[in-house]
């Protein structure tokens, strides 16, 4: 059993002697396994902060994209490569799901509580759907490409061996 001291009170505490690691380990922000304190990496960013932003994952200072939503073709600061920076779309998928539920439902509210002819809800909610998914469009593409950058995520290979053409597979 060892002692530690709480820092708030001067009593000692009776911790066992895994207790004590953990709590070394957990408070002093120790990697259990090779017992040194991990690298503070001060020039990579979070990477939802960047995105949302719209910033270089590697730095958080250059800018990610050229246009509204076309891709850099590196970071202005640097250097990073955005050329395989490819979010695909999924983006658009969550931003339209999540735009059509905010928008249907204040549809069926507005619709439930005033009952407006159809010509009006759709000259209402056309361009607040519109606005909604071109103003989520940007952030959501940043967060997912620095979100690649970020677990280092690539384009999906298969083993070698099923490539192998000298390899007869219906033997």
């Known amino acids: 059993m060892q002692l530690l001291q709480p820092l708030a009170t001067k009593k000692p505490v009776l911790l066992s002697k895994k207790a004590a690691l953990a709590a070394f380990f957990?408070?002093?922000?120790?990697?259990?396994?090779?017992?040194?304190?991990?690298?503070?990496?001060?020039?990579?960013?979070?990477?939802v902060w960047a995105g949302l932003r719209g910033r270089c994952p590697h730095c958080?200072?250059?800018?990610?994209?050229?246009?509204?939503?076309?891709?850099?073709?590196?970071?202005?600061?640097?250097?990073?490569?955005?050329?395989?920076?490819?979010?695909?779309?999924?983006?658009v998928i969550f931003i339209i799901m999540l735009a059509s539920l905010i928008v249907l439902g204040s549809m069926l509210v507005i619709d439930t509580v005033y009952s407006p002819p159809m010509w009006l809800q759709m000259v209402i909610w056309m361009p607040v759907m519109?606005?909604?998914?071109?103003?989520?469009?940007?952030?959501?593409?940043?967060?997912?490409?620095?979100?690649?950058?970020?677990?280092?995520?690539?384009?999906?290979?298969?083993?070698?061996?099923?490539?192998?053409?000298?390899?007869?597979?219906?033997?």
């Open 60 to 91: 958080g200072k250059g800018h990610l994209f050229a246009g509204f939503v076309e891709v850099a073709p590196s970071c202005d600061v640097c250097g990073q490569d955005f050329s395989k920076a490819d979010s695909g779309d999924g983006p």
């Open 130 to 171: 519109t606005g909604i998914v071109l103003g989520m469009m940007r952030p959501f593409k940043g967060v997912l490409i620095t979100l690649q950058f970020h677990h280092k995520a690539g384009q999906g290979k298969q083993a070698d061996a099923a490539h192998k053409p000298d390899q007869d597979v219906s033997a």
């Open 26 to 47: 957990l408070f002093d922000r120790m990697d259990p396994m090779s017992h040194q304190v991990p690298a503070q990496s001060e020039a990579s960013p979070s990477p």
